[in-house]
């Protein structure tokens, strides 16, 4: 009845504005969306994470911050091959496994 009406426009009238901040880029750009895929994939990340991601910068508060994220998260995923084959390495080192110099300069490629 009226009550319920009541609470309902109270509870639009608590939502944020969409006007308040605009996004910065579009959310249905491709090229956005080919780089924030790549970037998954590389990094091999769950899906909840992923939905985790897109709710979050689905918000207005977020959303004019998703190609700046896009760009950290792909600087990320360039630099976890070097930290993967680093940590590889460190488990080597710590049994004893590698303690040639010929070893420390395959690392190097």
């Given at each position: 009845?009226?009550?319920?009406?009541?609470?309902?426009?109270?509870?639009?009238?608590?939502?944020?504005?969409?006007?308040?901040?605009?996004?910065?880029?579009?959310?249905?750009?491709?090229?956005?969306?080919?780089?924030?895929?790549?970037?998954?994939?590389?990094?091999?990340?769950?899906?909840?994470?992923?939905?985790?991601?897109?709710?979050?910068?689905?918000?207005?508060?977020?959303?004019?911050?998703?190609?700046?994220?896009?760009?950290?998260?792909?600087?990320?995923?360039e630099a976890y091959p070097r930290l993967a084959k680093l940590r590889r390495v460190e488990a080597r080192l710590a049994t004893g496994e590698l303690f040639q110099a010929?070893?420390?300069?395959?690392?190097?490629?």
């Open positions: 009845g009226v009550r319920e009406a009541e609470r309902r426009r109270a509870s639009l009238e608590s939502m944020p504005s969409l006007t308040r901040s605009r996004p910065v880029t579009r959310g249905d750009d491709p090229q956005l969306k080919r780089r924030l895929e790549r970037v998954w994939l590389l990094l091999k990340l769950p899906m909840a994470t992923r939905l985790a991601f897109l709710q979050k910068y689905a918000s207005v508060e977020h959303a004019p911050r998703l190609e700046q994220a896009v760009g950290l998260w792909e600087r990320a995923a010929q070893d420390f300069v395959s690392l190097l490629r």
